[in-house]
């Protein structure tokens, strides 16, 4: 049994082949089950299925983080920092496209964390991140 309860999301996609090029080869999650509408991926024990809709998802707005004005919805994974920037590398030599380069925000504050956004090809928002101190994800 994991030590934290596993998260179970559902997302939009209105291309299953794109999806799983994206998912599987792109970001290297393992492919569960599956129809000829939805993929489940493993999301490093996290059950994140791919569900196909006619047409792909529309942005809410963003919201301003730090300097930045982040898409909203968005959802990723909380990385070690040397497992942040393989998998910022990873992105790069796939040719994905950043919504905010890889950086550092809240130098020296509490939440000091790298950071990276990006899209999957139905535009649904990612933001991987690393906390320079994983006790500090919820400081205040």
């Known amino acids: 049994m994991s030590p934290r309860p596993a998260v ?3 997302v939009p996609v209105d291309d299953l082949a794109a999806a799983r090029h994206f998912y599987g080869r792109v970001l290297g999650l393992p492919e569960g089950r599956s129809t000829d509408h939805w993929v489940d991926w493993d999301l490093r024990g996290h059950q994140l299925v791919t569900h196909l809709v006619p047409e792909a998802p529309r942005p809410a707005g ?3 983080v730090g300097r930045h004005e982040v898409p909203i919805p968005h959802y990723g994974l909380l990385l070690d920092e040397e497992g ?3 998998f ?3 992105l790069r030599a796939a040719g994905v496209r950043f ?3 890889p950086q550092l925000r809240f130098p020296g504050e509490p939440g000091e964390q790298w950071t990276m956004f990006f899209r ?3 535009g649904n928002a990612l933001e991987f991140k690393s906390f320079r101190d994983e006790s500090m994800v919820f400081a205040r």
């Open 84 to 86: 942040f920037h393989r």
């Open 8 to 10: 179970h999301l559902a």
């Open 88 to 90: 910022a590398e990873r």
């Open 62 to 64: 963003t919201s301003l």
């Open 99 to 101: 919504e905010i380069e």
């Open 120 to 122: 999957d090809p139905a």
